[in-house]
């Protein structure tokens, strides 16, 4: 005697039959939800690359400690509001070994130019690596990093017109070092219309040992003022610590789940107007309104998990997109821990969008379905 099937079985059979016999509503739900999933982690990915660029660049100064201006966010600047002569009464400070200073004019997109005092720098930091041509010969000279240059196609000796000014690159030097774009110090100061002030100061310590000293001596010397050791600074450049980023992560996510529940929506809502007699069927031999609710519970989940793993593989295209097809546009990095929670987003969106339809298809008079065409 063969043994019945058991209910289980059953139930992941007609969900598996039902996205089978309809091959084009499925593939295009599943794709929906691929595209949502795809969303959030190319965001998510691109918002730590950027971060984390950040951070290199700013532990390659070689600094110990970074002074910012007073009620500065973590990463803005827009003007420079430190005079520069608070420099020189850092470096008067006992165990300061450097003080240097740069000042920051914000360009469009994530690009800034960065003004600095070339052999400062190079005395804190060891210098730039020059990949071609060498440091600053005159006021109209701009240095500027790999990753720009081949975004823009620059070359040394190329004519670059920025802030309402040509200037002439004199040499590419390999990223991870402060800026992507540096320029001397009094010319920025002149063009941004603040001479004699600075964006941002750094300094370090002639020793290791005397680096908390140096900290809370320039605290208490300077209230007010923003002041990290650049291990806490870095560490601090997290999504969650930065508000905008944040923001636009969560403004983001919202779009990407109301595409989910519409896509979702409207699959499932159809669905249940194609199955009418189906569900008429299946109520007229019993099966109760919790199992109709569960073929299409588990059907939406099915949809969503399939495309979520769909969307987890197409951000390795849109991450390959941005290392190959545009060169040094944005970084994207691979968030591993993002992908639960995007994965879990794209389910609860899922499951928000055949609500409606599950309610309907319970409600169904058996009688009705039946005559349904």
């Known amino acids: 005697m063969q043994s019945p099937t058991h209910p289980e079985a059953l139930i992941n059979k007609l969900v598996l039959s039902n996205l089978a016999h309809r091959p084009v509503r499925t593939i295009l739900s599943v794709l929906a939800i691929a595209v949502e999933v795809t969303m959030i982690l190319t965001l998510v990915g691109v918002s730590y690359g950027t971060l984390d660029g950040t951070a290199r660049?700013?532990?390659?100064?070689?600094?110990?400690?970074?002074?910012?201006?007073?009620?500065?966010?973590?990463?803005?600047?827009?003007?420079?509001?430190?005079?520069?002569?608070?420099?020189?009464?850092?470096?008067?400070?006992?165990?300061?070994?450097?003080?240097?200073?740069?000042?920051?004019q914000p360009l469009s997109g994530f690009d800034s130019i960065s003004g600095l005092d070339?052999?400062?720098?190079?005395?804190?930091?060891?210098?730039?690596?020059?990949?071609?041509?060498?440091?600053?010969?005159?006021?109209?000279d701009m240095l500027v990093d790999e990753y720009y240059a081949k975004e823009k196609g620059l070359h040394v000796g190329d004519k670059v017109q920025l802030v309402s000014r040509t200037w002439n690159i004199a040499g590419i030097f390999e990223s991870g070092k402060l800026a992507r774009i540096c320029v001397r110090l009094p010319v920025l100061?002149?063009?941004?219309?603040?001479?004699?002030?600075?964006?941002q100061i750094y300094v370090?310590?002639?020793?290791?040992?005397?680096?908390?000293?140096?900290?809370?001596?320039?605290?208490?010397?300077?209230?007010?003022?923003?002041i990290y050791t650049m291990e806490e600074y870095t560490s601090l450049l997290t999504v969650n610590s930065v508000g905008m980023l944040r923001s636009f992560i969560g403004v983001v996510i919202g779009v990407a789940v109301t595409v989910g529940f519409i896509v979702v929506f409207m699959a499932m809502y159809t669905a249940v107007l194609e199955r009418t007699r189906e569900i008429g069927i299946l109520k007229?031999?019993?099966?109760?309104?919790?199992?109709?609710?569960?073929?299409?519970?588990?059907?939406?989940?099915?949809?969503?998990?399939?495309?979520?793993?769909?969307?987890?593989?197409?951000t390795y295209v849109t991450q390959w997109l941005m290392q190959y097809a545009v060169p040094a546009s944005l970084t994207?990095?691979?968030?591993?821990?993002?992908?639960?929670?995007?994965?879990?987003?794209?389910?609860?969106?899922?499951?928000?969008?055949?609500?409606?339809?599950?309610?309907?298809?319970?409600?169904?008079?058996?009688?009705?379905?039946?005559?349904?065409?």
């Open 204 to 226: 370090k310590a002639d020793s290791p040992e005397h680096v908390q000293q140096v900290l809370e001596e320039l605290r208490a010397k300077l209230p007010g003022y923003p």
């Open 118 to 140: 070339l052999d400062a720098f190079s005395k804190m930091s060891g210098g730039f690596h020059y990949l071609e041509g060498g440091p600053f010969k005159t006021d109209q």
């Open 284 to 314: 007229a031999v019993g099966a109760s309104s919790g199992l109709i609710l569960n073929l299409l519970v588990r059907e939406t989940i099915l949809l969503s998990l399939l495309g979520s793993l769909v969307g987890i593989l197409l």
């Open 332 to 373: 994207q990095e691979t968030v591993y821990s993002w992908w639960p929670i995007a994965g879990a987003i794209a389910v609860g969106g899922a499951l928000l969008g055949v609500i409606v339809p599950a309610i309907r298809a319970v409600k169904q008079d058996a009688t009705e379905a039946l005559s349904y065409e």
């Open 189 to 199: 100061q002149e063009l941004m219309v603040n001479p004699h002030h600075l964006s």
């Open 57 to 104: 660049r700013a532990r390659g100064v070689g600094a110990d400690i970074m002074i910012r201006p007073k009620g500065s966010s973590l990463i803005g600047l827009s003007t420079a509001p430190i005079p520069d002569a608070l420099v020189g009464v850092v470096a008067q400070l006992p165990h300061v070994a450097l003080a240097t200073g740069t000042a920051i």
